[in-house]
């Protein structure tokens, strides 16, 4: 079909957001809207800090906002996370998994045992590359676990829920069959810095110099983008906004990391480092890192992959995805590869940061991972949710946990307090979006 | 008048489909030639959508063939019959609601990068290019397609269409969500690409929504083909006899005509 011209005027499409003697309370969202930024994530964020802050102030001492606390909920997070961005795609797809925590202890068994039994016998103890074989079994089988159980959903046509609810029964089973049940313990030195720990690190220099990187690749990103739009003459986001976001982003970027950077190696293990009486800073544990990797890596999956299209576009029409020509039932299988993929990556860290293995690794994770993408905006109907907001969930819920566990709260009410959070941010969400369909 | 004289552009040959133990296509046969509009009218369960979804590749035949350019041709799935220039208007739409108009025009044909990424600068320019000659007044081309109006949601439907150098295009119950303007311009827009050469199968219940933009009438009652007439040759009440009565102009009686009304 021809192309044709079409005027300047044609292409200068999005109302400018009026001049500021125009703009009242109501217009708040258009000045949002005109700066491009999400508001539901602005309102996880603000529900995060609310929580932080609240938490600082009732703990005894205030020891919530103390680079120790931040230190260790980034590492609780991690695992929750890493997995929670795989399960965003799946529930996307108006699919469930719950068999993730029960593969986990199968994967993470599978992983002890390599790195325990197997491998000191084929190339000898603590072996250099040891962690490596470990970690690329556990993908492997995580993700062919993933794809045996995707498949059954997408070709044969059984519900998700009832092939990982299976899932669930069947993995838990084989963790405690590989090892009859008994708990496989040490693991590799190497390994266990997948964990984090107080060797798990990559101390203070390098986390200033990775956050100084990702200031770096925000305002890259923001550059390519204004680029790219340029080519086509589409309209900017206002500079203002561009130099508020970055300023925000970089800003809190390292912030976070000079806070964190706080967090100093104890004196003991200071003075066995032959160090003693000096800060040393213990910097980013790798299993926060390998969150913030697998975060950026299935952002940019989701948003910027055919693939991720196709994952979004099943979500909100079935029908339409298939007649518009989209492999669904690939997709499909690919979704849940992808999420056995990451549990076996989590899983490895979960071992790691044990330094063991037992049968019952990963029991009631599922929920965790599932409430995470929710309260991280994943909407069950299919076709909505972001991985930036299943990061944020997963680190809503662990802050809950965190901070309850600094209050002495007992186990049982920190699950009712969790529990209606859950519901709570869903009903919230349902609201807003209610009203702004209006 | 269309020349009719060269080889049909499709050609549906004793089209057979049933669901279940319900015949709802019985040995239907349909053409189509390049720059034509042939009218697909009947009433609700025809069979006129089943018909079609097996040339849009929608649903398979039991049995018949289907020739584009003369060629028999096996469509097993959308992506079959796209690939053979034959682009389909649902009824539905079928949009994926939750993404923009941009995606929507090139969901599973997405335009990417030399690294494979999705590129969505130039999804949207070709989508802002397309909408200035559908739709001028269409704007929203960064909000999910659910927030738009019945009428935008079909311009994206029909430029998701026509952007791939369709030749056959399938058009189900086009105007039936429209106003009056809208309907007027997707008229335009059909007498436009009959023009550029296009072969259009019209689907409606509504004789009164096809009669005007048709060249030639395909009737079907109770999933088999009561007759296709040329347009000039018949009225509106004699198709609507063929549609409720399946009597051809020929044999309908003025008795008959008048007990339409």
């Given at each position: ?6 005027s300047?005027?044609?292409r ?20 949002f809207r ?7 994530l602005?309102?996880?964020?603000a529900?995060l800090?609310?929580i ?8 005894p ?27 965003v795609?799946i529930i996307?797809t108006r ?20 790195q ?8 000898g ?21 993933g794809?045996?159980?995707?498949t059954?959903?997408?070709?044969v ?7 990982t609810?299976?899932g ?35 101390g ?28 086509y003459?589409f ?8 130099v ?6 970089c800003g ?23 160090k ?7 910097g ?15 952002t940019?999956?989701a ?11 099943i979500?909100g ?10 492999k ?6 690919r ?8 549990v ?5 860290v ?5 330094n063991?293995a ?13 409430a ?5 905006g994943?909407?069950?109907?299919g ?25 002495g ?24 979006r ?5 | 008048m269309?020349?009719?004289?060269g ?14 133990g319900?015949?709802?296509?019985q ?6 030639y390049?720059?034509e ?16 979804r ?28 796209k ?16 993404i923009?108009a ?9 335009l ?8 969505d ?28 109006s019945?009428?935008?949601r ?6 998701r ?13 086009p105007?039936?969500?429209l ?5 007027r ?8 690409l ?10 409606s219940h ?18 088999k083909?009561?007759?296709?007439v ?7 009440d ?7 009565l399946?009597?051809?102009p ?5 008795k008959d ?5």
């Amino acid at each position: 079909m021809a192309e044709t011209k079409v005027s300047a005027a044609e292409r200068e499409p999005e109302a400018q957001p009026a001049p500021p003697e125009e703009r009242g309370k109501r217009s708040l969202r258009e000045l949002f809207r005109s700066a491009e930024v999400d508001t539901r994530l602005l309102g996880m964020l603000a529900a995060l800090a609310i929580i932080w802050i609240l938490f600082q102030i009732i703990t005894p001492n205030h020891t919530f906002l103390t680079p120790r606390n931040m230190w260790n909920l980034s590492v609780q997070t991690a695992v929750v996370a890493i997995m929670a961005t795989g399960m965003v795609l799946i529930i996307v797809t108006r699919n469930i998994d719950l068999s993730v925590g029960a593969v986990m202890a199968a994967v993470g068994m599978a992983m002890a045992i390599v790195q325990h039994d197997w491998l000191p016998e084929w190339i000898g103890l603590d072996h250099p590359l040891t962690w490596v074989i470990t970690v690329a079994v556990g993908l492997v089988l995580g993700a062919a676990i993933g794809a045996f159980q995707g498949t059954i959903v997408a070709y044969v046509g059984v519900p998700s829920f009832i092939v990982t609810l299976g899932g669930f029964l069947v993995w838990r089973g084989v963790a405690w069959w590989m090892a009859s049940g008994q708990t496989i313990a040490p693991m590799d030195t190497l390994f266990r810095k997948l964990g984090g720990g107080s060797t798990g690190t990559v101390g203070g220099t390098w986390s200033w110099i990775l956050g100084i990187a990702a200031c770096a690749g925000i305002v890259m990103l923001q550059f390519s983008k204004r680029r790219q739009r340029n080519r086509y003459g589409f309209r900017q986001r206002p500079m203002w906004a561009e130099v508020t976001i970055a300023v925000i982003g970089c800003g809190a970027v390292l912030l976070l990391v000079g806070f964190l950077n706080r967090y100093y190696l104890p004196p003991a293990l200071a003075a066995q480092a032959g160090k003693a009486g000096q800060n040393i800073s213990l910097g980013l544990a790798y299993p926060v890192l390998i969150a913030i990797g697998v975060g950026i890596v299935m952002t940019f999956i989701a948003t910027r992959r055919r693939f991720g299209r196709s994952v979004y576009a099943i979500g909100g029409n079935p029908e339409a995805a298939e007649l518009a020509g989209i492999k669904t039932r690939r997709t499909i299988v690919r979704t849940f590869t992808l999420m056995g993929l990451l549990v076996g990556l989590a899983a490895a860290v979960q071992i790691a940061r044990l330094n063991a293995a037992v049968s019952s690794l990963g029991t009631g994770m599922e929920l965790n991972v599932i409430a995470a993408a929710v309260i991280g905006g994943t909407s069950f109907a299919g076709g909505v949710g972001t991985i930036v907001g299943a990061l944020l969930g997963a680190l809503i819920m662990q802050s809950l946990v965190s901070g309850m566990v600094l209050l002495g709260i007992e186990a049982p009410l920190q699950d009712i307090v969790v529990g209606i959070v859950l519901v709570l941010a869903v009903t919230l969400d349902t609201i807003f979006r209610r009203r702004a369909a209006r | 008048m269309t020349d009719r004289s060269g080889r049909p552009l499709a050609e549906l040959r004793d089209i057979r489909v049933a669901f279940g133990g319900v015949h709802a296509v019985q040995d239907v046969t349909v053409d189509l030639y390049p720059g034509e509009v042939v009218g697909l009218v009947g009433g609700n369960g025809a069979g006129k959508t089943t018909l079609i979804r097996t040339l849009s590749g929608a649903h398979p035949a039991d049995s018949g063939q289907i020739l584009i350019d003369g060629e028999p041709v096996t469509i097993s799935h959308p992506r079959d019959a796209k690939a053979l220039g034959v682009e389909t208007i649902y009824q539905n739409l079928a949009l994926a609601d939750n993404i923009d108009a941009p995606g929507n025009v090139f969901l599973g044909r997405e335009l990417t990068t030399r690294f494979g990424n999705l590129d969505d600068s130039a999804m949207e320019d070709a989508t802002r290019k397309l909408m200035g000659r559908l739709n001028p007044k269409f704007q929203n081309f960064v909000v999910p397609v659910a927030s738009l109006s019945g009428g935008q949601r079909q311009s994206v439907a029909i430029a998701r269409a026509v952007h791939f150098n369709a030749r056959i295009l399938i058009m189900d119950e086009p105007t039936a969500a429209l106003g009056p303007a809208e309907t007027r311009q997707v008229g335009d827009l059909i007498k436009q690409l009959r023009e550029e050469g296009l072969g259009i199968f019209l689907i409606s219940h509504d004789i009164h929504d096809v009669y005007d933009l048709s060249d030639r009438i395909s009737v079907m009652l109770q999933g088999k083909l009561v007759g296709t007439v040329n347009k000039t040759d018949v009225t509106t009440d004699e198709v609507l006899a063929m549609i409720i009565l399946g009597k051809l102009p020929g044999e309908v009686t003025q008795k008959d005509l008048a007990e339409l009304h």
